[in-house]
C-alpha cells in the first residue's frame, strides 16, 4: 500500500510489559513522527524524525519511552515497565521533507490492563 | 491555556447548511494544518497555509496571521462530512511537529 502502516493496530497488555509499535512511512518520505491521542483530546507530539535521526524528542513523557528509526525509514516506538495511563491510540505520521504536510497512519490503540 | 484553540467543541447542522469553525492560536508559526478525523481513528490532512486562503471542493480555509486566527468553511454540507476537524500549528521556533487544538465534532444531519 502507499500510505502509513502501522502496526499491530491493537495491542492489549498488562501492566508493567514491554511493548513495540511499529510504523512504516510512506517510501521516500524522511521526516516520520509520532503522536499519542487520549479518548476525547486532540493527538500531543512524542517524537519526530528527520532521516535517522531524533530530530525533537522532547515530548516523550519519560524515559520509559523510546524510539528508533535505524535506516531512516521503519521506526519503532518502544514503552518499557507499561502503566495504565499510556493507555491511548498512537499515532505516526510521515512528511517528504519537513514542513510539509503530514500523512498519518491509522494508529495502533493501546490498552494497558 | 491552550496554544491552539477551536470553537464550537460540538456542531450539528442539517444537510446543504453552510458551516463554519473556527481555530485561534497564540504562538508564532510557520504553518497552519486543517486536519479530519472520522471514527476509528483515521487523520488526513486537508489543508496546510501560512498565509491567505484556500479552497479544495466544497472546503474552504482561510487564515489571518494578524489576528492568529483561521476557519474551516464547508459549503453545502453532507452527512459524509461528519467527522472530527482537527486544527494544528507547526510553531515557528519548533521544527515542525504539529501542536494540536482538541477538534471540532460535527454531525451533519440528513
Not at chain 1, 499510556?86 to 503530514?102: G, K, M
Amino acid at each position: 500500500g502507499a500510505g502509513v502502516s502501522q502496526t499491530p493496530s491493537n495491542k492489549v497488555t498488562e501492566k508493567g510489559k514491554y511493548v513495540e509499535l511499529r510504523c512504516d512511512p510512506i517510501s521516500g518520505h524522511t521526516a516520520l513522527y509520532w503522536y499519542r491521542q487520549s479518548l476525547g483530546q486532540g493527538p500531543e507530539f512524542l517524537i519526530y524524525f528527520q532521516g535517522t535521526g531524533a530530530a525533537d524528542d522532547s515530548g516523550l513523557p519519560n524515559d520509559r519511552f523510546f524510539a528508533v528509526r535505524p535506516e531512516g525509514s521503519v521506526s519503532t516506538l518502544k514503552i518499557q515497565r507499561t502503566e495504565r495511563g499510556d493507555s491511548a491510540v498512537y499515532l505516526c505520521a510521515s512528511s517528504l521533507w519537513e514542513n510539509q504536510p503530514q500523512h498519518f497512519g491509522d494508529g495502533t490503540r493501546l490498552s494497558i490492563l | 491555556k491552550n496554544e491552539v484553540e477551536q470553537s464550537p467543541q460540538n456542531l450539528t447542522a442539517q444537510e446543504g447548511e453552510f458551516i463554519t469553525i473556527n481555530c485561534s492560536y497564540s504562538v508564532g508559526i510557520s504553518a497552519l494544518h486543517w486536519l479530519q478525523q472520522h471514527p476509528g481513528g483515521g487523520i488526513v490532512s486537508l489543508f496546510m497555509l501560512s498565509s491567505g486562503k484556500k479552497k479544495h471542493g466544497r472546503l474552504i480555509a482561510t487564515i489571518n496571521i494578524q489576528e492568529k486566527h483561521s476557519s474551516l468553511h464547508i459549503t453545502a454540507s453532507h452527512p459524509r462530512d461528519s467527522a472530527v476537524y482537527i486544527c494544528a500549528v507547526t510553531r515557528a521556533t519548533s521544527g515542525s511537529r504539529l501542536t494540536f487544538g482538541e477538534g471540532t465534532q460535527l454531525t451533519v444531519n440528513p
